[in-house]
């Protein structure tokens, strides 16, 4: 068809509410939530239920195993979610899913294709990244905030701008989740309920600021060094029966929780610095921090 014979496509005005079922599994956790939007543009969430697959200390989770986690609880976490919801499958508009790659992921797609079928509902593809962004804002009511999103696969710096989400600033190499999940192993730290904010209660114990590398690049950041470093320094020092370290410079006593203190210091703080810089830049005085390790 010419362009000039094209005629805009307009949603029609809602005559009543729309209820959304949203299934998430992108990591090692099963969501399924509801949420009702109103004629307004208001909404609200009616449930929030999820399932976490917690693999043991020291080990992180695997795709294939997640993803049979997630295909054993799936009916499991949405008959709870509807029934928290006080509604069932036929009172829904749309079944909304995470869209992506990966066993996880493509187990929660089944599922929703299946249930789209069988109830004869619209099946709706949603973008990770922008799902955590839309949900943040709606959530905290913000209006033009820099966001910084964080999680085990993503660190990146963004704004709104001319009806798309630029990305001001990221990581360069690996994600700060996977940074600390990887170093969590290291020392033995429990999944449960997660190895990032096991870090942070540890990290509460941390007496000592331990030198490590800080590398802002502009607005960009990279994380590997550091991992590489702090994994050298807790496999070069000889652990004590007390759980104590020596330092490999000095005969001062460093702590598995100094190490996750000064991790955590750090990177948060290479965190901090590209998203104020950020704000500067477009004159925001709001920040959205979401992702998973945002929740932590």
């Known amino acids: 068809m010419p362009a000039a014979s094209r005629k805009p496509c307009l949603l029609n005005e809602p005559d009543r509410p729309y209820l959304a079922l949203g299934l998430e599994g992108s990591a090692n956790k099963f969501g399924a939530g509801v949420i009702r939007h109103e004629r307004d543009g208001s909404s609200a969430v009616l449930s929030n239920i999820r399932h976490t697959y917690i693999t043991p200390p020291g080990e992180g989770f695997q795709p294939r195993d997640t993803a049979l986690h997630h295909r054993e609880w799936a009916l499991k976490v949405i008959n709870e979610c509807l029934a928290k919801a006080g509604i069932s499958m036929h009172d829904l508009d749309c079944i909304c899913y995470t869209k992506g790659m990966g066993a996880p992921l493509q187990s929660v797609a089944l599922v929703a294709r299946t249930l789209s079928l069988l109830y004869e509902k619209p099946l709706v593809g949603v973008n990770h990244c922008v799902g955590h962004i839309e949900m943040g804002r709606e959530i905290t009511g913000a209006k033009n905030p820099i966001v ?8 990146q710096v963004i704004a709104y701008s ?13 994600a700060v989740g996977n940074c600390l999940d990887r170093f969590a192993r290291v020392i033995n730290l429990s999944n449960d309920p997660s190895p990032g904010y096991n870090i942070e209660q540890e990290a509460k114990k941390g007496q000592r600021l331990v030198n ?15 991992l590489t470093s702090i994994e050298a320094l807790t496999y070069d020092k000889k652990y004590r029966p007390d759980g104590l370290a020596r330092g490999p410079e000095d005969t001062d006593i460093i702590t598995p929780a100094d190490l996750c203190f000064s991790l955590q210091e750090t990177v948060f703080s290479m965190l901090v610095e590209i998203t104020e810089r950020a704000m500067a830049h477009v004159g925001s005085k709001e920040v959205l921090i979401v992702g998973g390790v945002g929740c932590e």
């Open 162 to 174: 001319r009806q798309c989400y630029r990305i001001f600033g990221e990581t360069l190499d690996i």
């Open 148 to 155: 910084l999103y964080v999680s085990g696969g993503n660190t």
């Open 212 to 226: 490590l590398p800080y590398a802002t690049k502009g607005m960009d950041i990279s994380l590997s060094g550091i």
